[in-house]
């Protein structure tokens, strides 16, 4: 079936701007997450979306990061008043996360990224 | 809390030889562990992963790994490496995710395989 798919794939913006990603996840994951890949700072965790619940906000780095999950399905990662340091690949990821332990229930699977830069 | 330590950024490999990437883990909750391959500008792909079910994991491409609880280790390891193996290498731990199931990775380890 089809997997994480994002967009853009790339994204080239002006400091002060601000700029929307996408992510779809695979169908019938409740759960997604937003990563962010820099060379600074290797992998890091961004947010977290599990169904109806409350989204773990903890990996934001500042105000001007904020995502949201639409009827359970697609999600926007906005990044408002860009800077130089927010330059990086953004990753979204879906996991099924079945409290009925089905097989394969905590693994993320990733998409392909958006490549962000910040001129 | 949870961090993932890899030991060495970059390791280097003769085509046939051994791959030994190093992984240690500390986690408060029982760990879920992970390892993931990236190919240049490409997304993260799952290797392998250990969820406490048997302790030697075997992922794709010929990889495997063992977590040993009393060396808070899950080194991953090829029997011969072969030259589309270059890559990099992430490790990661998790706990379930009723236990809030965010991935904390390594920082990665860059293999290159020589000819």
Not at chain 1, 15 to 41: F, M, N
Not at chain 1, 56 to 63: A, F, I, M, R, T
Request: net charge neutral; with cysteine; hydrophobic share 30%.
């Amino acid at each position: 079936g089809a997997g994480v798919s994002q967009s853009p794939s790339n994204k080239v913006t002006e400091k002060g701007k601000d700029v929307e990603l996408r992510c779809d996840p695979i169908s019938g994951h409740t759960a997604l997450y937003w990563y962010r890949q820099s060379l600074g700072q290797g992998l890091e965790f961004l947010i977290y979306f599990q169904g109806n619940s409350a989204p773990d906000k903890s990996g934001l780095p500042s105000d001007r990061f904020s995502a949201e999950r639409t009827g359970g399905s697609v999600s926007t990662l906005t990044i408002q008043r860009t800077q130089q340091e927010d330059s990086a690949v953004y990753l979204c990821a879906s996991s099924l996360q079945d409290s009925l332990l089905k097989p394969d229930t905590d693994t993320q699977y990733f998409g392909p990224g958006t490549r962000l830069t910040v001129l | 809390a949870q961090s993932v330590t890899q030991l060495g950024s970059h390791v280097s490999v003769s085509e046939g030889a051994l791959v030994l990437l190093r992984c240690n883990y500390s986690s408060s909750v029982p760990p879920y562990l992970f390892w993931y391959v990236q190919y240049p500008n490409q997304g993260l792909q799952l290797l392998l992963k250990y969820t406490s079910a048997a302790t030697l994991v075997k992922g794709i491409n010929g990889f495997e790994a063992e977590f040993k609880k009393s060396e808070t280790s899950f080194h991953l390891t090829k029997p011969s490496a072969h030259m589309s193996d270059a890559a990099e290498y992430f490790c990661a731990v998790s706990g379930r995710y009723n236990q809030g199931g965010k991935l904390i990775f390594g920082q990665g380890t860059e293999l290159s395989v020589k000819p």
